[in-house]
């Protein structure tokens, strides 16, 4: 008999039964860790977040307007009524945001949505928390749904929006649309620049962009209602602080016909420019080219008008006093924009491009001191 130990014959099933399970289990524990690794690959294509371009050109403008000087202030206590194609909460850059108001003069449903994704976009440069960073993301924020799916909306309707703003008691009314003055407003009036003119008369801030047109199709002045001279008109800069070629030109001199008043200081157009070219935004639907949501850049002087809004929001609540300052603090917050804005070179006067300057938030607030 030879000395070397074998294995009993007995005891070979219970291990091979061993050897199995541990296979199995390291099996199970591979294929585990391979749906996870694709589960995890899926879910990074479906909320990807904004690209690395994109963060460090929001950084780049908050830069710009002097936003990243600004410490501690997130227009917390402020309340604010975007008019726009109304808003998707499922965004995930607006997984925080609660709205505090929201009316369809639409389709009158009673929960929110945006089947134009304008309306999102703005409201994602103001409260954007998690890809990007609103402006003043804390503010309370207020939509009216005046714009269709196809970003279009009549004078009546956005009026009836603007009133609700009024009614709803807020401190400042933002309003990244515009149409083409009439000509003849001051003569027959007009129900748009009517309803600004009745919150200016409640003592809230009406922010409202300049318009797209600019260059060869420029018909020549400021959209409605960023024409009333109680509104504050926004224009659009590029990433270097330029005028974007597509802001719209101020016409502030007097004219018989279309009948126009000479226009004056404060409040000649536009007041103040800020980013309005390929600006971070966030997006849904078709923009999102097979996801439900997306972030991107975005060109135009609507998103520009979110800025200066979400910039008086911090100044709200840095000073919030202002907010129940009537008339007389509106007249004062024109003349401190115009003040504190950064003019180009050369630049001593108002400009019918570039406003009274670029925004600039700090200085916005020493001013205003």
């Not at 391979?34 to 909320?47: H, K, P, R, Y």
């Not at 103001?126 to 970003?151: F, H, M, Q």
């Not at 971070?280 to 996801?291: L, T």
Request: with cysteine.
């Amino acid at each position: 008999m030879d000395d070397h130990t074998t294995i009993p014959n007995a005891e070979i099933p219970d291990d091979m039964d061993f050897i199995k399970k541990v296979t199995v289990v390291a099996i199970s524990v591979f294929m585990i860790a391979v749906a996870w690794v694709i589960w995890q690959f899926l879910v990074d294509e479906l909320t990807a977040g904004p690209s690395a371009e994109a963060l460090q050109r929001e950084r780049d403008y908050d830069a710009l307007i002097q936003y990243e000087s600004v410490d501690g202030l997130s227009g917390e206590g402020v309340d604010v009524c975007m008019v726009d194609s109304g808003i998707d909460t499922g965004h995930p850059d607006l997984d925080n945001l609660v709205l505090a108001g929201w009316s369809d003069f639409i389709g009158s449903s009673s929960e929110p949505y945006d089947d134009n994704g304008h309306g999102t976009m703005m409201a994602g440069i103001l409260v954007a928390s998690e890809g990007y960073t609103g402006i003043a993301r804390d503010v309370d924020l207020y939509v009216a749904k005046a714009l269709s799916g196809t970003g279009q909306g009549d004078d009546e309707t956005v009026a009836e929006a603007i009133d609700w703003c009024v009614t709803s008691g807020v401190d400042i009314i933002s309003l990244s649309l515009g149409g083409n003055a009439s000509g003849f407003s001051i003569i027959l009036g007009d129900a748009v620049e009517d309803a600004v003119d009745a919150a200016y008369d409640a003592g809230i801030v009406v922010v409202a962009a300049a318009g797209n047109d600019g260059g060869s199709d420029d018909d020549g002045d400021v959209a409605s209602p960023g024409i009333v001279s109680t509104v504050i008109c926004v224009g659009g800069v590029d990433i270097n602080g330029n005028i974007w070629s597509g802001s719209s030109v101020g016409d502030n001199g007097a004219r018989l016909w279309p009948p126009k008043l000479a226009r004056n200081s404060p409040n000649e157009k536009p007041e103040v420019v800020a980013p309005g070219h390929k600006v971070p935004v966030i997006m849904i639907g078709e923009d999102c080219e097979g996801s439900e949501y997306c972030w991107g850049t975005s060109s135009g002087t609507s998103a520009a008008t979110v800025y200066v809004t979400g910039a008086i929001a911090l100044l709200f609540e840095e000073y919030p006093d202002l907010q129940d300052g009537g008339t007389d603090m509106l007249d004062n917050l024109k003349q401190w924009i115009a003040d504190s804005s950064k003019k180009k070179s050369g630049q001593e006067n108002h400009d019918d491009y570039y406003g009274y300057g670029l925004l600039q938030i700090e200085a916005l607030l020493d001013e205003a001191a």
